[in-house]
């Protein structure tokens, strides 16, 4: 296993990505495919049943956002490159007092598990949740760029490399690009439930906010120091940089709530995250479960960049 590789003058590192089929079967989670240096995955499956012993979800998301003006998912400002990445993480200029993400109307057709009607759905989202960070990479004098979204059926070849149809989505700095594995969500894990999927998109999309600003790159060369993702220390920094786009990913579903996007989405999707975690996993590189529960929470409960900050917390709390 080659250890992450340093940064090119690019600003993007050499990716590596630790493939792990996704196993499904009865009362059992699949493994996960785990994120290092140039790549950023989301975790296998969580619980088809409640997380934990909290019976209970937050109810409503802050309603206050870094401007009181709310906007709709079809702003054509996300071609607007703004600034230059940071590249930084605790320290990166996108943490601004105040900054969050704003709220966002948001139209999204009807789900189906399929690929068509997957693909579909997250490019609906996706103006949204651009949307919605737009005014904090701009406050922050990041680039705003979208990301290109691909929903797959079949294995696929990228810049971070292969990704197998079983194996869960990821987002790839490399080609700034959210890859969405539709049939690994919809037959191995057998999710049906419209939020969930959304979840998993807002997830990836956090990913794709830390490559915009700048925080991933500094991840890859953090990574490199540390000797990746087979130390501890790499291990470390891999569970902070996905606890934090599960705090993101809470932020946006915040975003779309006030905006008046039903809680029959935006619940079932925190429920979904609330539930993925390490235990799922022979690798310590996520989060445990109630780590990611309290970080999602967190990101929809304050919505402020600056809650999300997962590079300052203590380690107790990223563990």
């Known amino acids: 296993m080659r250890v992450p590789q340093r940064k090119s003058g690019s600003g993007f590192v050499v990716a590596l990505v630790i493939v792990a089929v996704a196993l499904f079967g009865l009362g059992s989670i699949g493994a996960l495919a785990a994120s290092v240096s140039n790549s950023a995955s989301d975790y296998a499956g969580g619980s ?33 490159e703004g600034g230059k990445p940071v590249v930084a993480l605790g320290d990166n200029p996108i943490n601004i007092p105040g900054n969050g993400a704003k709220n966002t109307s948001c139209r999204l057709p009807a789900f189906g598990t399929d690929v068509a009607s997957q693909d579909n759905f997250y490019q609906a989202a996706l103006p949204c949740l651009m949307a919605a960070w737009t005014p904090a990479l701009e406050a922050a004098n990041l680039p705003v760029e979208a990301p290109k979204v691909i929903t797959t059926s079949a294995d696929i070849e990228t810049p971070c490399g292969t990704r197998m149809w079983n194996q869960t989505a990821m987002y790839c700095p490399g080609s700034h690009t959210i890859y969405m594995t539709a049939r690994y969500y919809a037959e191995v894990e057998g999710r049906t439930d419209a939020g969930a999927y959304l979840g998993q998109f807002a997830h990836e999309f956090g990913h794709a906010v830390q490559g915009m600003s700048g925080i991933n790159s500094a991840y890859g060369d953090a990574s490199y120091e540390a000797g990746g993702s087979t130390t501890a220390g790499g291990l470390e920094l891999t569970r902070r940089s996905e606890l934090q786009a599960t705090c993101f990913e809470g932020m946006s579903l915040a975003a779309l709530q006030n905006g008046g996007v039903s809680n029959n989405y935006i619940f079932p999707a925190l429920e979904d995250s609330s539930g993925r975690g390490d235990e799922n996993s022979k690798v310590p590189d996520h989060g445990s479960k109630a780590t990611n529960r309290t970080w999602v929470r967190q990101g929809f409960t304050k919505n402020r960049v600056t809650e999300c900050n997962t590079w300052l917390a203590a380690p107790s709390d990223v563990d």
């Open 48 to 80: 088809t049943e409640t997380s934990s012993g909290e019976s209970s979800l937050p109810e409503t998301s802050t309603s206050e956002t870094s401007s009181a003006e709310e906007s709709t998912g079809t702003s054509e400002s996300t071609t607007d």
